[in-house]
């Protein structure tokens, strides 16, 4: 009997991701709930800017590229386009939460049936390390050489706070694929903001602790003790909006 | 016992599975080096192994097949 | 001959937009075109259709990228310095060869400018108006009646040529009042098997991109594109030529400002000026074909514009050198008088400058 092997969501193509970076790990999450669901072929996905800019390859539903930040404004065409496609955006902490803040904020308050999977590993990535509006206090990267100076460039964003203010999005949760215990639960939280929108519930946002060892400077498994050490207590692991919890 | 298939040739040699194993059944491969200029996993210790897929699990590459 | 109806402008095109199957309409508000989304928003929901207010211009034209990749026509509307911020989405959409219909009802700048008339975005229409090499198709109105049948013929050639269509209007376009007739011929849109429809699993996936990190690779749709600009040269080109056959004086002008020349010209004749019109109504692909025809015949060209002089460029270039080529202009929301133009016209007769 098979009990693990690839979902059929997921291409054959290989990852272009460092070794040990966790990206690949949610891709295949995302692609299983694609499988469970039974929803890859009315599925789009939307790919951003960053690292995961080729997840178009990844992925055997349709894809699109969009620009920087935009893919939730992209994602809103796609699904007023078609209520019955399943729309999702994968996107990285810049995209997300620097250049893309306003469609991120007003996707969510309008509450547009989409499923955004936010991959927070506090640095970008794509472009040799530099400091994330995720980057915690003190954190060394290329562009914040002496360490993040928050009397200097600001204090991190915590993205699943911030929009849990809002009266729009129908679900939010912070999950971390740090080991295998996190992993399945960010399992669980993707696939539930994946059935929120096939049952019509509306937005639904999984923000997933993630490692980055080759920008961090790490091998792949101090980067994971990392995120237990610095990254979870500074961004805690939970559900922070659930508007049909106990319903 | 249970039985694992590696594509060996997509491994980045990270290392995850075999920290996530807790049978101690794998081991990056010193001896070989893949396509991609990695030791891949192996398994240096397959009976062992309970089918628990930990490994597969924390596979950033999806390059692990676990059978029971 | 169909029923007339009195509209503005800017209504005209929402409704032709409609009328051509636009069901999804995304936008910001921006004078002086805001109209057109006050429109959408009564009409769409009526019709099963889609008319959101985005949060910004950049949100818009990504929603429009969205709606594109599924393979229904849409279309986004803005003033210009919305348009700017539609920039980037304009080159996103070139790149992916995506079809789209871009409303630009001008009025003057730079910076926030003002919300006159003007034509001071000619250059940012169609010299591609961000990064990259891209063109749009430029679709220029002087009446409101072409305001409606620009619109319907824009989403043809955008689905046709799978490039964004702009309808570069100004703020005079957009508030007239008119007479129009709404009876067209549609175009069924083709079959797009690009789209993201979802693949049913019964079809590799779909991917809708402007990335090509290999240089090989992304040179090669750069060159294909411009294979398709040429045809489109070659082929799309549309103007209007007002008392050209015994022109010595070529007045140059797309419209509010070839609406001002033609009283002008008309003047001009009574006084014994022989002088004609050139209008283009594709302002890309330019008729520059038309302009090199007239170089051999008259003896000099009025460009009368409401900028600093942008379309002079590409007068001068068809031109190249065979006549003088003069410009007649306001800017910042001011609209040149009759009498301004007949001013131009008279000295170009003289062959003064």
């Known amino acids: 009997m098979v009990v693990f092997d690839k979902p059929h969501a997921l291409s054959d193509a290989p990852l272009h991701y460092c070794p040990g970076c966790t990206h690949g790990i949610v891709h295949r999450l995302v692609a299983e709930v694609m499988d469970e669901l039974g929803i890859e072929g009315r599925t789009i996905g939307i790919a951003p800017v960053g690292c995961s800019v080729m997840a178009y390859d990844y992925f055997n539903c349709d894809m699109i590229e969009a620009a920087h930040g935009r893919a939730p404004a992209v994602a809103t065409g796609v699904k007023r386009s078609d209520p019955n496609n399943i729309v999702f955006t994968y996107q990285g902490d810049g995209d997300l939460a620097s250049i893309g803040m306003a469609e991120t904020v007003h996707s969510a308050a309008r509450n547009e049936n989409i499923t955004v999977i936010f991959i927070n590993n506090a640095i970008y990535g794509m472009t040799g390390g530099q400091m994330a509006p995720t980057s915690l206090p003190g954190q060394v990267t290329q562009t914040s050489p002496y360490g993040r100076d928050v009397s200097h460039c600001g204090f991190p964003i915590k993205v699943c706070e911030m929009l849990s203010q809002l009266d729009g999005p129908e679900y939010l949760e912070r999950v971390a694929v740090n080991n295998v215990k996190n992993v399945k639960n960010a399992k669980k939280a993707i696939k539930k903001a994946f059935e929120n929108q096939v049952n019509g519930k509306g937005f639904s946002l999984v923000e997933v602790i993630s490692s980055c060892p080759t920008n961090w400077g790490m091998t792949p498994a101090k980067a994971l003790a990392w995120i237990d050490e610095k990254m979870i207590p500074y961004y805690p692991l939970g559900v922070y909006k659930d508007r049909s919890a106990g319903k | 016992m249970a039985k694992l298939t590696f594509k060996a040739e997509k491994c980045k040699g990270c290392g995850l599975c075999v920290d996530a194993c807790p049978k101690q059944v794998l081991a990056l491969d010193a001896d070989t080096i893949n396509q991609k200029g990695h030791h891949p996993v192996k398994a240096v210790n397959e009976e062992a192994c309970i089918g628990c897929a930990f490994c597969a699990t924390m596979c950033p590459d999806c390059i692990i097949k676990v059978e029971r | 001959m169909s029923d007339k109806v009195l509209m503005k402008g800017n209504e005209a095109i929402a409704e032709a937009a409609i009328i051509a199957g636009c069901r999804h309409y995304f936008g910001y508000p921006i004078t002086p075109q805001t109209e057109i989304a006050a429109y959408m928003a009564k009409r769409m929901p009526k019709i099963g259709g889609t008319f959101l207010q985005a949060e910004s211009e950049i949100a818009a034209i990504n929603m429009v990228y969205g709606v594109s990749a599924t393979g229904k026509r849409v279309m986004t509307s803005s003033s210009s310095p919305g348009i700017s911020l539609k920039g980037e989405g304009l080159s996103y959409l070139a ?55 620009l619109t319907v013929k824009g989403f043809a050639l955008a689905d046709k040529y799978r490039m964004t269509s702009m309808i570069l209007a100004d703020g005079t376009m957009g508030q007239m009042m008119e007479p129009v007739s709404l009876s067209f011929d549609i175009e069924e849109a083709p079959a797009k098997p690009w789209a993201v429809t979802g693949t049913k699993l019964e079809r590799p996936h779909n991917i809708v991109n402007s990335l090509f990190l290999k240089p090989e690779e992304l040179e090669r749709t750069n060159f294909e594109r411009y294979e398709r600009y040429k045809y489109i040269e070659e082929n799309e080109v549309m103007y209007e030529e007002y008392m050209m056959e015994d022109a010595e004086i070529c007045v140059a002008a797309f419209g509010i400002a070839a609406r001002v020349s033609k009283n002008a010209i008309n003047e001009a004749r009574a006084k014994g000026i022989k002088v004609g019109m050139i209008r283009p109504i594709t302002l890309w692909p330019f008729p520059t074909k038309q302009f090199a025809a007239a170089a051999e015949k008259v003896k000099a060209f009025v460009s009368v514009e409401l900028s600093m002089g942008q379309m002079i460029e590409d007068v001068r270039l068809a031109v190249n050198g065979k006549a003088p080529v003069t410009l007649c202009n306001r800017a910042g929301g001011m609209i040149p008088a009759p009498e301004q133009v007949l001013a131009a016209i008279e000295a170009a007769n003289k062959g003064g400058n």
Not at chain 3, 110 to 139: C, E, N, R, W
């Open chain 3, 95 to 149: 790149g992916a060869d995506l079809p789209a219909l871009v409303v630009n009802v001008q009025r003057g700048g730079p910076g926030l400018g003002g919300i006159q008339p003007s034509q001071s975005d000619y250059f940012q229409a169609t010299k591609g108006g961000a990064h990259g090499d891209f063109h749009m198709l430029v679709l220029a109105p002087a009446s409101v009646q072409e305001m409606a049948e």
